[in-house]
C-alpha cells in the first residue's frame, strides 16, 4: 500500500502549445479511492497514463509512496492495471486463470494457491476455483479478472473506464463491487471515468479535470455542495445545475421579480455587474405569481415520488433552460408558466469573469490524507 | 488522448434508399438501424440485425473457430466473404472502426472495418448491443489452427517473430495496442514464415510518437498474454508438453527488442567508414525495410559520422516485386519469388532490361504455376505461396534426384505429392463440414500431419 503524488506533473505532446497535463499537484492517501473525471481531452486518461509510466512526465515528478518514479518503467511501479485484458483461458481453471501471471512473475507454486485462495474469499469464487470460465457467470468472469489484479498484491491499482464496455446492470452491479473490494483490500486506486454519476458514487475523493487543468478535489458531497467555479457547478450533478448570469442589485441578485439576498461583503468581491447564480433542480421552488423567474414548462418527467420539469425563462432577452425537480404529486403542467425562486441559502454564486465561487467555502486544492480532510488546506494557506 | 472518432462523420440513413427485397418480418425493425461503413455494400441489410448474435441462425453463420473474447464473436457470409461481426458498445465499436481505417491507411497489416450498426433492436423493440463488422482475412489462420500435435517447433517462434515484427511496426506508426496477444492476431502463411495482422484495435490509441514506457509496457502485455495463451494450450492437450510457455513468451521480448534497435538505433563511425551507411541499409533491406529518410551528422571536427534511421517502411521486397509484376504478396514470398526472378534473368538472359525479365518471369513462371493448380485445389493455399512452395519442391526434388527437374514436372508432382494432401485454408470459414474447422471448433487439432512450413 503507497500513497501517491503527482508533484507539478506536466505532460506536452511533442508539436503541442498547450500541455495535455498541466502542473498536476494531486496527493492521493493511502488506501484512498481516488476518481480522476472530466470531459472527453480534460486530461484524466494522460494523469493516468503518467502514473503508469505510459507516458513521458515532461516536467515534475510522480511518486509511489516516497518513491520517485517518474523515470521507472511500468513493470517496475508496482502498479496493477485492471481490466487490460480479461479474456479468460478456456481450458484453465478459475484458479489457474487468477494465478498464471504469478507463475509468470516466478513466485512459488504454495504462495501463489495462497494468495489466489485469499483473493477468492474476497471475491467469492471460493466454490469456483477449480472450474473452468465456462461454467460461470457474466459477473464471476468478471471477478476473475479482478482477481487477477488483486493476486498481484500491487501498491496501487490503476482502472481506465474498466465498466465502459459492460451493459447497464452489470455496470452497476460492478461498479459497487470494485468500490467495496477495493476499501476492503485498503489498495490506493486511481480510477478513471467520463461519468460523473460513477464518479460521485465510488471515489472517497474525486478529482475534476478540465483542459489539463485540475479544478477542484474535493468528497462527493462537497463537491456537490460547493463546487468552487462554474465549471465544477455545471459538470457536477445530474440533472445539472442551473447557471444564470444575473444582476447585481442592492442587497442581492435581481431574481427576476425579487431580489435573491446576498451579503454585502460577497457581491463586494465580484468584478463587474452581474455574477452567475447557480441553484440545483431541486432547490428551486415555486413563488407566489410575479415573484422570482416565469418558467414556461416545456416537459414533465414523472418519476413517481419526484417529478423533473424542464422548462424555459427569459434573462435579459436572452432565453435559458431551467430544471426543477418537484413533489411527484402536484406537478405543473406542460405548457403552464410558473414562477420559481432558489430555497433561502440554496445557492451557489460565481465571478463571472473568473469563474471562481463567490463567498468561500470551496477547497480547490489537494489533501494531503483522508484523515486531514478538515484540515485547512496547503493552497488556502498560500 | 481520448478517443475521437466524431472526425469522420461518414454515417449514412440508409433504410428507404436502398433495394432491399424479400425482407419481410425485419423490416420495420430495420427503421431505427444507423450503418456508418465506407463502403456501401447493400447486402448488409439482409442479415438479422433484429436477433442478438449469440441466437443467429445458423444458415447466417460460417464456421469457424471462436477466438478468446471478452465480446460475444460471430463469423457471418457477406457476398461472397466472410465477415467477423462483434457485439459491444456503440463508443467500443466507433473507436475501433476508426482506429482499423486509420491503421489501414497507414498500411500496417490490419483487418478491414467494414462498419459499425447501431440502433439495433428486436421485433419486440427491445435494444441490442451496437456491432462492430469486420472484414475475415483470406487464407489468414488463428494461431489455434496452427498449432497441433505435430507442430514443429521452429513454427512457434516464427510465430513470434511475425507478431513482433507486427508489434515493431505498430509503435513505428505510434500505436500503442494495450492487448498484445496471439489471440487479437491472425497469421498468413509467407513463404516458410508467417505474416501477422492485427485483429483487435478495441483498447489502441494512435499517437504522434511512443514513449518508451508505451512500448515497453505493450511488450509486457505482449510477454504475459502469450505465455497465458501458451499454458491454456498445453492445459487443453494442443500442443506438446515439450513446450515451455515462458520461454517462447520470452522471445517476443528478443525478437522485438533486436528488430526495434535495428531500425531506430544512431550508431558512430570514423569518417572512413563510409561504407557502414550502405551497409545498416542493406540489413534494413534484408529486414524487409526501405529506409526513406535518415539522420546523418558528422561531430564538429569533422571526424565522426553519426548514423540513424529517421523514417523506414516496411515491404521492401513487396514493394520491388510489385513495381516489377505488379504481384501483391506478402513479405516472405516476395523475397522468396524475387530470388527466383533474379535467378531466372541471370539464366535467360542477364543484359535484358529488368522490367521486360521479370514480364518474362510472370508468363513462363508465376503465372504456367498458378494455372497449373487444378481448380478444386485452388482453395488450398493462395497463390504466391503455392508458387513458393513449388518452387522449395523443385529445389528438393532435382537434389534428391541429382538432376534439374523441370519446372511442369515440378509442379505435377508438387500437386500430387503435397498439395492435394494438404488442408484446405481459404475454406476452413467456407465449408461448415469440413474436418479441420471441425476439429477447431474442438479447439483438438489432433492427429493433421500438416506441412505447415514447408
Known amino acids: ?382 | 488522448m481520448d478517443a475521437n472518432w466524431h472526425n469522420e462523420p461518414t454515417d449514412f440513413g440508409q433504410v428507404g434508399k436502398l433495394p432491399r427485397p424479400h425482407n419481410g418480418g425485419a423490416a420495420t425493425v430495420l427503421g431505427s438501424l444507423n450503418i456508418t461503413s465506407a463502403t456501401t455494400d447493400e447486402s448488409l441489410l439482409d442479415l438479422p440485425w433484429h436477433i442478438a448474435l449469440e441466437e443467429w441462425p445458423a444458415k447466417n453463420l460460417a464456421a469457424l473457430p471462436r477466438g478468446i473474447s471478452r465480446h460475444i464473436v460471430r463469423f457471418a457470409h457477406l457476398s461472397g466473404s466472410v465477415i467477423a461481426i462483434k457485439e459491444t458498445s456503440e463508443h467500443i465499436a466507433r473507436h475501433e472502426y476508426h482506429m482499423l481505417r486509420k491503421l489501414q491507411r497507414l498500411d500496417v497489416p490490419c483487418v478491414e472495418p467494414v462498419a459499425v450498426i447501431s440502433g439495433r433492436h428486436t421485433t419486440d423493440g427491445a435494444e441490442l448491443d451496437p456491432v462492430l463488422v469486420t472484414r475475415h482475412l483470406k487464407f489468414s489462420l488463428p494461431y489455434r489452427a496452427l498449432f497441433s500435435q505435430t507442430l514443429r517447433r521452429d513454427t512457434l517462434t516464427r510465430l513470434i517473430d511475425a507478431q513482433a515484427l507486427l508489434l515493431v511496426r505498430l509503435h513505428l506508426v505510434g500505436f500503442y495496442w494495450g492487448d498484445v496477444s496471439l489471440s487479437n492476431t491472425l497469421f498468413r502463411r509467407d513463404a516458410g514464415a508467417f505474416a501477422a495482422y492485427l485483429v483487435d484495435a478495441e483498447t489502441g490509441e494512435l499517437y504522434p510518437k511512443l514513449s518508451n514506457g508505451q512500448r515497453e509496457y505493450d511488450l509486457e502485455i505482449a510477454r504475459v498474454n502469450i505465455a497465458g495463451e501458451l499454458m491454456d494450450l498445453l492445459e487443453g492437450g494442443l500442443i506438446e508438453d515439450k513446450v515451455d510457455p515462458l520461454a517462447t513468451s520470452e522471445r517476443i521480448m528478443d525478437s522485438y527488442r533486436k528488430l526495434w534497435a535495428e531500425l531506430t538505433e544512431k550508431e558512430s563511425f570514423e569518417l572512413g567508414d563510409r561504407w557502414r551507411v550502405n551497409a545498416r541499409i542493406r540489413r534494413l533491406n534484408d529486414l524487409g525495410f526501405d529506409v526513406e529518410e535518415f539522420s546523418i551528422k558528422t561531430t564538429p571536427d569533422g571526424s565522426q559520422i553519426q548514423l540513424q534511421p529517421k523514417v523506414v517502411d516496411a515491404g521492401h521486397h513487396q514493394r520491388r516485386l510489385i513495381r516489377l509484376t505488379g504481384l501483391d504478396v506478402q513479405e516472405n514470398q516476395a523475397r522468396r519469388l524475387l530470388n527466383d526472378l533474379d535467378g531466372y534473368r541471370a539464366d535467360n538472359n542477364p543484359d535484358l532490361d529488368e522490367e521486360i525479365s521479370a514480364h518474362a518471369w510472370v508468363r513462363h513462371v508465376f503465372e504456367p504455376v498458378v494455372r497449373a493448380i487444378p481448380r478444386e485445389l485452388a482453395g488450398k493455399l493462395e497463390p504466391a505461396e503455392v508458387v513458393h512452395q513449388v518452387l522449395e519442391h523443385r529445389w528438393y526434388i532435382s537434389e534428391s534426384q541429382r538432376r534439374n527437374v523441370p519446372l511442369a514436372e515440378a509442379v505435377q508432382a508438387y500437386i500430387d505429392d503435397v498439395l492435394r494432401h494438404r488442408r484446405d485454408e481459404a475454406a476452413i470459414l467456407l465449408n461448415p463440414d469440413d474436418k479441420t474447422a471441425r476439429l477447431l471448433a474442438e479447439n483438438s487439432l489432433d492427429n493433421e500431419n500438416d506441412n505447415d512450413d514447408e
Not at chain 1, 197 to 210: C, N, P, Q, S, Y
Not at chain 1, 274 to 282: A, H, I, K, Y
Not at chain 1, 332 to 360: E, N, S
Open chain 1, 1 to 382: 500500500m503507497a500513497t501517491v503524488t503527482f508533484d507539478n506533473a506536466t505532460r506536452l505532446y511533442p508539436g503541442t502549445e498547450k500541455p495535455a497535463v498541466d502542473k498536476l499537484d494531486l496527493e492521493i492517501a493511502d488506501g484512498e479511492f481516488l476518481v480522476l473525471v472530466g470531459p472527453s481531452g480534460c486530461g484524466k486518461s494522460t494523469s493516468l497514463r503518467m502514473l503508469a509510466g505510459l507516458e513521458d512526465v515532461n516536467s515534475g515528478r510522480i511518486l509511489i509512496g516516497d518513491r520517485d518514479v517518474t523515470d521507472v518503467p511500468p513493470k517496475d511501479r508496482d502498479i496493477a492495471m485492471v481490466f487490460q485484458n480479461y479474456a479468460l483461458y478456456p481450458h484453465m481453471s478459475v484458479a489457474e486463470n487468477m494465478g498464471f501471471a504469478l507463475k509468470i512473475a516466478g513466485i512459488a507454486k504454495e504462495e501463489r494457491a495462497q494468495r489466489v485462495r485469499e483473493a477468492a474469499k474476497l471475491l467469492d469464487l471460493e466454490d469456483y476455483l477449480d472450474r473452468k470460465p465456462k461454467a460461470l457467470s457474466g459477473g464471476q468472469r468478471q471477478r476473475v479478472a479482478m482477481g487477477r489484479a488483486i493476486v498481484r498484491n500491487p501498491q496501487v491499482f490503476l482502472m481506465d473506464e474498466p465498466l465502459s464496455n459492460l451493459d447497464a446492470k452489470l455496470r452497476v452491479q460492478t461498479r459497487t463491487q470494485i468500490a467495496s473490494l477495493t476499501r476492503r483490500l485498503g489498495v490506493t486506486t486511481v480510477y478513471v471515468t467520463h461519468d460523473q454519476v460513477e464518479a460521485m458514487t465510488m471515489g472517497d475523493r474525486v478529482a475534476v479535470l478540465k483542459d489539463g487543468i485540475l479544478q477542484q478535489v474535493d468528497s462527493p458531497r462537497n463537491l456537490y455542495d460547493t463546487p468552487a467555479n462554474i465549471f465544477v457547478a455545471g459538470f457536477i450533478g445530474s440533472p445539472a445545475m442551473n447557471l444564470l448570469e444575473l444582476p447585481v442589485a442592492d442587497g442581492g441578485v435581481q431574481f427576476g421579480g425579487t431580489v435573491y439576498p446576498v451579503p454585502r461583503d460577497v457581491l463586494g468581491s465580484a468584478h463587474g455587474s452581474t455574477v452567475m447564480l447557480g441553484v440545483r433542480p431541486e432547490d428551486l421552488e415555486q413563488a407566489p405569481d410575479g415573484q422570482g423567474l416565469a418558467v414556461e414548462i416545456d416537459v414533465v418527467e414523472e418519476l413517481g415520488a419526484d417529478a423533473y420539469v424542464y422548462g424555459h425563462t427569459e434573462v435579459n432577452g436572452s432565453r435559458h433552460d431551467i430544471t426543477g425537480r418537484v413533489d411527484g404529486r402536484t406537478p405543473p403542467k406542460a405548457g403552464t408558466t410558473v414562477y420559481v425562486r432558489p430555497k433561502q441559502d440554496h445557492v451557489h454564486l460565481f465571478d463571472t469573469q473568473t469563474g471562481l465561487r463567490l463567498g468561500g467555502n470551496a477547497p480547490a486544492a489537494p489533501h494531503a490524507s483522508l484523515a486531514d480532510l478538515d484540515r485547512p488546506l496547503e493552497a488556502d494557506k498560500a
